[in-house]
């Protein structure tokens, strides 16, 4: 069964720093580019960040751009995202997917790690 | 940066209606297009990729077409399980999108 699980959100003051991690499991992960997608409390879904195969090649929403850094780990079947100058904007359920290349779908999804940005 | 907009944003409906939900992109993405399931609580599900093929696993009621600007998700003979919000997500072109969502409630 593939898996990925996200972990490592949780209440941040505005302005620090958060570090999300999703291992995968069940695919063959260095295979898959990876992505973060965010969705505010009672909002829709908003992507963030792709990353390729091999950590080369990375894309972000303008909103998060300079602030927020999409990483992994092939060794560790591993993908991060790294949150910094966090705003209050940026409350959400955090949820890690896999994304197709070959037709621009996330599949699967992680059932998400909430993180909250408030003072 | 490519809009998607949906409508309608909500509808109500009974088991065994048939329901369409319509996807606009604000340029031409061929057939990039995904829809998604949410249930309260859940993380999205895949259902139709590349505008109209059906993911594997999930029930033939579902079907997606259209290409270019306008697309559509229909789901035939609505059971119980089906309640929740669709969205529509485009893949012609970064920064990828999703649509705002139209909930499917009871009527």
């Known amino acids: 069964e593939v898996q990925v699980v996200e972990s490592g959100g949780g209440l941040v003051q505005p302005g620090g720093s958060l570090r999300l991690s999703c291992p995968a499991s069940g695919l063959i992960f260095s295979s898959h580019w990876m992505s973060w997608v965010r969705q505010a409390p009672g909002k829709g879904l908003e992507w963030v960040a792709n990353i390729n195969q091999d950590g080369s090649d990375t894309y972000y929403v303008d909103s998060v751009k300079g602030r927020f850094t999409i990483s992994r780990d092939n060794a560790k079947n591993s993908l991060y995202l790294q949150m910094n100058s966090l705003r209050a904007e940026d409350t959400a359920i955090y949820y890690c997917?896999?994304?197709?290349?070959?037709?621009?779908?996330?599949?699967?999804w992680g059932q998400g790690t909430l993180v909250t940005v408030s003072s | 940066d490519i809009q998607m907009t949906q409508s309608p944003s909500s509808v109500s409906a009974s088991v065994g209606d048939r329901v369409t939900i319509t996807c606009r992109a604000s340029?031409?993405?061929?057939?990039?297009l995904a829809w998604y399931q949410q249930t309260p609580g859940k993380a999205p599900k895949l259902l139709v990729y590349l505008a109209s093929r059906l993911q594997s696993g999930v029930s033939s009621r579902f079907s997606g077409s259209g290409s270019g600007t306008d697309f559509t998700l229909t789901i035939t003979s609505l059971q119980p399980e089906d309640f929740a919000t669709y969205y529509c997500q485009q893949a012609n072109s970064f920064p990828l999108t999703f649509g705002p969502g139209t909930k499917v409630d009871i009527k």
């Open positions: 340029q031409d993405i061929r057939s990039w």
């Open positions: 997917a896999a994304w197709s290349e070959s037709g621009g779908w996330f599949d699967p």
